[in-house]
C-alpha cells in the first residue's frame, strides 16, 4: 500500500471512530436518562469529522485528550449513586475548621461567606454575588481559550507548538488525577453541609436537594444543580487551573500578563469560598496537585528533548 492511500486509510478509520463513538455516547445517555441539552451539539463532530481536511484531522488529534476528560467527567453522573455510602463529611469540615476557623470567628469561611451574603441584601452584596458567579465560570472558558491561542499560533511557530503540547499534556495529567482522586475520596462540599448538616448523602437527600438554600446566585445554582459530580471536592480543580496556568507561562509571558494570571488565581479562589463551593483546604490541594502535573510534566519534556 502506498504512502498516500495508507494516510487515507487512517483517515478515513480516525472519521468512522468519531461518529460512532459520538453516537454510542448519546446511546449511553438516553439508556440512562442523562442526556442533557448540551450534549446535542456533539452531533456537530460528525459532519466535522466527515468533511475535515488534514487540519481538522489534525484538531481532533490535538485536543483528543482534552475532549476526553470533558466526557469522562460528564459521565461520573452515573457513578455518583455509588459513591453515597464512602462521601467524606465531617472529618474535611472538622480539618477546615481547625486550621482556618480563626478568619470566620470559629466558623469556616465558606459558611461565614454563605451567612453574611444572605443578611445583606444590599447593592454591594448583590454586586459581589454576581461577579464571583462571572469568575467562578470563567474556567470554562479561559483554559481552553488559553490553549486554542497556543495551538493556532503554533500552528506556524514551533516554540509555541510545543507550549500547546506542554498544556495539553500537564492538563491531562492534572484532570485525570483528579477524577482517580474523585472517586477513591468522594469528599461533600460546604453547600452539601449548609444544605444537610452532617448526614451522609442519600438518594432522597440528592433529589430534594433546594440550591437556593445552599448557595446564592442564579447561575451557580442552575450549575450545580445539573453537575456531573456533587461530590467532587478534593482537589478543586477551580483552585487548580489558575496555578497550572501560571506555571506553565512563566516561560513565555510577560510581567504583566504573569500579575494578571496571579490576580486571576487570588479572584478565582475567593469567588469559590464566597459561593460556598470550596474548603480552603480543597483549593490548597488543588493548588499542590497542579504544581506536581507541572513538574510531572516538565520532568517528561526534558527527557523528551535532551
Partial sequence: MSSNALIKHRTQAWQLAICAFVCAYLAVGFATHSVRVYHWFMLLAIPGALLSAERGRRFFLDWAPLFAFWLVYDRLRLLQPLLYSRVAVGRPYSIERALFGWIANGAIPAHEAQALLTADQSLAANTIEWVAQLVYFSHLFVVPLAIAALWLVGMSRERVRSSFERHVRAFTLLNFSAVAIYLLIPVALPWCVTLNGMAQPTPALVLNADMALAMHGPLIQAMIRNASQWFAAVPSL???????????????????????????????????????????????AGAVLAIAAYYAELLYYKKQTA
Avoid at 238 to 253: D, E, K, Q, S, T
Fill in 238 to 284: 477551580h483552585g487548580a487551573y489558575p496555578v497550572l496556568l501560571f506555571l506553565l507561562a512563566r516561560p513565555m509571558a510577560s510581567r504583566v500578563m504573569l500579575v494578571g494570571l496571579v490576580l486571576y488565581g487570588s479572584a478565582m479562589w475567593a469567588a469559590t469560598i464566597v459561593l460556598n463551593q470550596h474548603y480552603v483546604i480543597d483549593l490548597i
